[in-house]
């Protein structure tokens, strides 16, 4: 016997009925989200030119644009290649069609994106990415507007237990240049030292003054105090008031019920943020939710503030959408009153010939002369 | 100066705000419908393995699956490809995953298909597909069923002058066994001269008993009785009085709102059809809208009745949502204040910086102390 599974490719999976409603539920619930807040989707296509992809991805996320499925367009002679985040679209647009629209922009967008490889910690090769992008602007407010949608959106979504992460991607760059200074032929190693917190390899790297940042991690107000320990001559003073008017704004926003943290030193999926990014993470779910931060779009090199959420992913930890009911209509039935029941949010499913069974085809419901009456659940 | 439209390859475009919106709007007012009458969302993936894509496509869509993007995958080293049609993979679920669910299934999908070639009439390569799939039923009452969903569905996404044109898609075939007897080697010059509706070449293929057919069409009521004279010795009396019965369902359901023509002979797009096929149009196109028929699932041979419509051609003609009133939220501004008009539906756009201009940036209202005050629109 052919298992289902055996018929799609690894990474690749169908979403059946019930899984498909949770995500449809959450889709349509973090794009109201966008929407209210005044950000208008835009739909970027599932192909583009791949040196216009790969070319929108700024020099750090190379490894994502190696990352597509490519294939030679007949129409053009050129590659295509199928995207593996929509991000870079929307810098695109910004840049081009939209670069006569006012600033600060804010733009919404959802769709499918491949990996032509899957990760370790993540099998799947397709994700509904959703995502909203506030083009013109990488400020404290615009920062804290991306943080308090985003745990809007996934609060609407029906997650629980929201926390977020914060980061600061260019905390190396910024200490080495100023306040701990280390040769540039160092600030790589020390890096990838922080990257994987090993005390004693940050040592041995030159990077022994570091070393306190491995502590500065944790509940916000903690890790906020050790890391201004740690900036001694003041060099991150304006990164971290920002850190901290974020937090304010999103503790007054959430009434505290998103938790907050950081980890300044966390660059993994940050390749491409300036001074600020941020994983959400929730209950249920063993990976983020979702992340984004402040960028300059590749290019035009304006400022930017945004979030991506996995859409397929969060869906997991999503509750599942109270089914309606659902009334079997039959043969013959009054077709005005089953519209009737549908305009007040019941659904329908009609007899098509004799011999069907209301409750095998799952419905709780009959349609009778007096209105629907309800299936006794079977025994 | 580089043109936005040189940035996207050939048949590929950015849809913006505007367009977006239609777009949007019309595919949950589709999907309403759908779920309303018990149609339940599955999602299938992007990609395939081709051989399984192609394979779920019948015999006569073969030229459907050379249509599809190909490009090998390095996880199997199999040929993996981009789909051009959500149905064959709503077959393959109905035979697989949910091959043990109650009959008749019923299904509804939405997602993006691509075509490695546009058509001359249709310049677009990628497509937002949408449609309804009835599994197990191919009989009359399933057929009216679907015609009527889709017209139900076209109306909900606000388009006007809807008509639906049937067609007897085997209709050659089975008046060539019976009542117009060809010889095998005929039956596909005659097809061939009825598409292009060629009386001389008809008569020269050996067709002059089917001269008929080329006048059996226009409005419903006349393109019938038509047929039914052509129909001397009975062979079509069944599929007739199908889709006299199929017209009366949607007559009654729609109160003539959908006008009903016949053109039993048109064959293009219909390649995988059997007994009954339909297409869809609407004021404001200049293509079809969408279009669906009874046919049987490749692989398992199952009966099932289905439509496709493509939102993004019918967004066109959709008229554009009524603009959410939009409200400037000044730096400092009440926060519960905000989120109660968003949650009575007004859109909010929140100041960022000192400066900015409430109706540069599309807002009609601003947030005061009293609640939203109306913009003075520019002079």
């Keep these: 016997m052919t298992q289902p599974n055996d018929l799609l490719p690894e990474g690749l999976e169908d979403r059946l009925p019930l899984e498909a409603a949770r995500i449809t539920a959450a889709m349509r619930a973090c794009l109201d989200v966008l929407h209210a807040h005044g950000y208008d989707r835009v739909r970027p296509p599932l192909l583009e030119f791949e040196a216009s992809l790969a070319g929108r991805m700024a020099g750090a996320v190379a490894g994502e644009a190696r990352a597509m499925f490519r294939f030679v367009d007949p129409a053009s002679l050129r590659t295509l290649a199928l995207r593996s985040d929509i991000t870079p679209q929307i810098g695109r647009i910004a840049s081009t069609s939209l670069k006569d629209a006012p600033r600060p922009l804010r733009l919404a967008y959802c769709g499918d994106t491949v990996v032509i490889k899957a990760s370790q910690l993540d099998p799947a090769r397709e994700r509904l990415q959703l995502g909203a992008e506030l083009i013109g602007a990488d400020s404290v407010a615009a920062a804290s507007e991306a943080v308090m949608l985003a745990v809007e959106a996934l609060g609407a979504a029906g997650l629980t237990g929201i926390s977020v992460d914060f980061t600061l991607p260019d905390l190396v760059d910024t200490l080495a240049a100023k306040a701990l200074p280390l040769a540039p032929e160092q600030i790589a190693a020390v890096r990838r030292e922080l990257d994987t917190k090993d005390a004693g390899g940050l040592k041995a790297a030159g990077g022994a003054a570091y070393l306190p940042l491995l502590y500065a991690t944790g509940p916000f107000a903690s890790a906020l105090a050790a890391l201004r320990e740690v900036d001694a001559g003041g060099a991150l003073a304006s990164r971290l008031d920002g850190l901290e008017a974020i937090a304010a704004s999103v503790g007054a926003m959430s009434d505290g019920a998103a938790r907050i943290t950081l980890d300044p030193t966390e660059r993994h999926g940050f390749e491409y943020q ?36 996995y859409l397929d ?23 005005a009153a089953a519209a009737t029941l549908r305009a007040l949010g019941w659904r329908t499913r009609a007899q098509l010939a004799e011999g069907e069974d209301p409750r095998t085809l799952g419905c709780t419901h009959i349609l009778k002369a007096g209105g629907p009456a309800e299936l006794e659940p079977r025994q």
Excluded: M, N
């Design 313 to 335: 992913r969060l869906a997991d930890a999503a509750p599942q959408p109270e089914p309606a009911r659902l009334v079997f209509l039959p043969l013959g039935h009054d077709h």
């Design 274 to 309: 300036s001074w600020f990014g941020f994983t959400l993470y929730a209950d249920g779910l063993r990976r983020a939710a979702g992340r984004g931060g402040t960028y300059r779009i590749a290019g035009s090199d304006e400022p930017a503030t945004g979030f991506t959420l």
